[in-house]
């Protein structure tokens, strides 16, 4: 999705096409997926990487992999740090505690012996034994002065760091040195539950030691490191980044000689990959197509076998299969098919492209995220928790989880929790503090709060009809008879074509009640209205027609029926404004949105769909609250106590008058909650945190600012000859164990010339 993401802003960074026809995209579901006895909200989706041992795989080579872009920085604690940032510094820094394949943290012993509590009175103190082979590209051991230095840099003290995050640094009261360098004691002015979450990345103090290195130094260029890679060379006009292995890594040598990371925008991909200038790319659901279609056309081994899959297919069928991949409908693929003489080339061109694509697999998982609907209650109906809650229990999620997932052979069980991810520990369903999807539930917390069916429609109130809505504007009381003869006064004006001040005023009303979607007499009529304004149809004018068959100028018409069934208020409809991103890799979205809307049609929602360009998607709508709703996801963490209180916690006002919302886009939160993860951040006790944790989330649930849709999907075409990589699911790759199976040649060589 592609799915639009969500990035860090200032708080702690965190860690598609349309969908396809079933039957198309052939993919086998993933091994090792629950069975229906097993319960699959408390089990992860296993991560799909071609696992191999290190025997298996083959010394050398290089492998090309694909990227968005060439990150602006390598810094991964400036704001305009990226995945692509994580990605590659991965290679080349220590990471005290990745994540496993179950979202939890677990130390590297790459880096450290050890690393624990020792002390939680009078304060909490942790002390780290650094691997005594651990060192730096230069020679250098790392030690307590590189953690020193990334303390200060990230305390938030020093306001000449730009640094986006230092969450947890600012609780450290002092960093010592313990028996030597390899031991680092820090001591916590605050206890902190996540403190495994500090100092990954750890850069060297030459970055963190000073406000000009750490600004700028470490943007384009890192000249020392301690991964099984070091960096060679970062060239942005081509978009590569080169590593190199490093020659002083102690730990198990890298299989690969180089790894070249390429600038590849999403749309370009399938080509890429029939050019064979990637070998490892994420894909949307379409190229993964593309790649299925190429297994069966070549039967799943570089070519035509005689028997079996693939077995027998003639340039007719392949053109016929060109144009269904393509785009073409049946009967395009079958014109196709009888002109098949005059496309050989065309047949040449796409069997040159199965027999290239052939060489890829789709890995399959889902990522470490999920998508959600958001409602912004800044202002406006949404800010009614009674509306939020209405429009989440509308809402089929399992219906939106199936059109994305099941297509792909993906689990489609909607996410329970704002803070975990089916699989990882701290992972409960607490969905059920909102409710399950129930539509007259949903009708009668709408009907609560004042929004009801044909509301929309112009109150009687405001129906201004001869000298009688005159005299109750002017807090008199028509006398008897006077009606009736002020509407034939009317009525008599209105056949001589004359208007008088008061019909003038009701035109313009009428005018307005158009423009709010309400009805008068003759809107949406052929002839309602001469172009005079008479008011008189067409009807009226015809010989024979009955004489005073038409209601006064403003009276309100019945509406059609559907607008009846409209929700609305005191004359105003119930009318939310939706923005969409409109980017060919937000298909997905897209497809997610015109369901959420059908489905709040049918209870009497309007919406109005806004499609933006997906480089202003984030910026200037979501994170400026332009939208009523919107689709956007956020990553899962092994640190939810300290990544999620951001994200939920309660706007407060600037002295401006504007709000200070930190990641929180949807402006729904509570005292309640912020206090939750207060607690659940301190509390040492990992079993008690999580328990705050869900009681955060039960409560996030109930106030309706977000609502989790589905897992995001993570497809990514590997060369079939590589091992160890694909979609890693929670798990951080272990770089110095991904290779080829057989020794080649993968690529363009990383010399000079990248």
């Known amino acids: 999705m592609s799915h639009v993401g969500v990035p860090r802003g200032t708080a702690r960074k965190r860690r598609s096409v349309a969908l396809l026809a079933t039957g198309v995209l052939t993919i086998p579901v993933l091994a090792g997926c629950t069975s229906d006895s097993e319960d699959p909200t408390s089990v992860a989706v296993p991560q799909d990487i071609a696992p191999a041992s290190r025997d298996r795989v083959a010394d050398g080579s290089t492998l090309n992999w694909a990227i968005d872009a060439v990150p602006s ?31 939890e943290p677990r130390l590297n012993p790459d880096y450290l012996e ?81 403190w495994r979450s500090l100092f990954s990345p750890l850069y060297p103090k030459e970055v963190t030691g000073s406000p000009g290195t750490f600004n700028d130094g470490a943007r384009t260029t890192l000249r020392n490191t301690a991964g099984p890679f070091r960096l060679r060379s970062v060239n942005k006009p081509k978009g590569t980044v080169v590593l190199d292995r490093n020659p002083r890594w102690w730990g198990d040598e890298a299989r690969l000689d180089s790894l070249v990371f390429r600038a590849v925008e999403p749309g370009k991909r399938t080509d890429a990959l029939t050019e064979g200038t ?39 069928a392949a053109l016929r299969s060109w144009a269904l991949a393509h785009g073409s409908d049946e009967e395009a693929a079958e014109t196709a098919q009888a002109a098949r003489e005059e496309t050989r080339e065309a047949v040449a061109v796409y069997a040159a492209e199965q027999k290239s694509l052939s060489g890829f697999a789709v890995r399959k998982s889902l990522e470490p995220s999920y998508t959600q609907l958001a409602l912004n209650g800044e202002s406006g109906p949404l800010s009614d928790d009674r509306v939020r809650r209405a429009i989440a229990r509308t809402l089929d999620r399992q219906e939106l989880a199936d059109a994305v997932l099941k297509p792909l052979g993906l689990p489609a069980k909607p996410p329970g929790s704002h803070l975990a991810l089916a699989g990882q520990p701290g992972y409960k369903d607490g969905s059920g503090a909102l409710g399950e999807q129930d539509t007259k ?63 003038e005023d009701t035109e313009k009303d009428d005018k307005a009640s158009r423009e709010e979607g309400e009805y008068t007499v003759g809107d949406d009529k052929p002839g309602s209205r001469s172009s005079g304004g008479s008011g008189v149809t067409a009807q009226d004018k015809q010989p024979g027609g009955v004489a005073g068959a038409y209601a006064p100028v403003g009276t309100a018409a019945p509406a059609p029926a559907a607008v009846k069934s409209r929700l609305g208020k005191d004359g105003k409809p119930l009318s939310l404004r939706f923005v969409l991103p409109s980017g060919p890799g937000s298909q997905s979205l897209r497809t997610v949105g015109e369901k959420i809307v059908a489905m709040l049609d049918s209870i009497g929602i309007s919406t109005q769909v806004t499609k933006v360009a997906d480089d202003s998607y984030f910026k200037d709508h979501i994170a400026s609250g332009d939208y009523d709703l919107a689709l956007y996801s956020w990553p899962a963490t092994a640190y939810p106590a300290t990544d999620g209180r951001p994200i939920f916690a309660k706007p407060e006002p600037a002295t401006d008058g504007s709000l200070l919302v930190a990641q929180n886009y949807t402006r729904v939160g509570s005292d309640h909650i912020d206090q939750l993860f207060d607690r659940a951040v301190a509390e040492l006790d990992a079993d008690a945190s999580r328990d705050l944790l869900k009681q955060a989330d039960a409560r996030i649930w109930a106030a309706a600012g977000s609502i989790p849709l589905y897992q995001r999907p993570q497809l990514v075409a590997v060369d079939k000859k590589l091992a160890n990589i694909g979609a890693f699911g929670f798990a951080a790759p272990r770089y110095q164990d991904i290779g080829f199976t057989a020794r080649q040649a993968a690529g363009p060589p990383a010399n000079g010339k990248n």
């Open 73 to 103: 920085t390598l810094n991964a604690f400036q704001a305009d740090a990226d995945g692509a940032t994580t990605r590659i510094t991965g290679a080349l820094l220590p990471s005290l505690f990745p994540m496993d394949a179950k979202g």
């Open 114 to 194: 050890s690393a624990k509590v020792i002390e939680q009175e009078p304060k909490q103190v942790v002390l780290y034994k650094l691997n005594q082979q651990a060192v730096w590209s230069d020679g250098r051991e790392i030690g307590a002065p590189d953690f020193v230095a990334q303390w200060r840099a990230l305390s938030g003290k020093d306001s000449a760091f730009w640094t986006a995050r230092n969450a947890g640094y600012e609780r450290i009261e002092k960093i010592e040195r313990g028996k030597d360098d390899l031991q680092v004691r820090v001591t916590f002015s605050k206890p902190y539950a996540d």
């Open 278 to 316: 990637v070998d490892v790319a994420d894909i949307d659901p379409a190229t993964a197509n593309s790649i299925a279609l190429a297994a069966r056309y070549r039967g799943g081994n570089g070519g035509p076998p005689a028997h079996g899959p693939g077995a027998g297919i003639t340039p007719a």
């Open 441 to 503: 539930e949903a009708q009668a917390l709408l009907a609560d709060a004042g929004w009801t069916p044909g509301g929309a429609l112009r109150s009687t109130r405001d129906t201004k009809a001869g000298s009688e809505a005159e005299k109750k504007d002017e807090g008199e009381k028509p006398a008897a008879g006077e009606k009736a003869a002020d509407e034939d006064k009317e009525e008599k004006a209105e056949k001589a074509g004359k208007k008088d001040e008061k019909a």
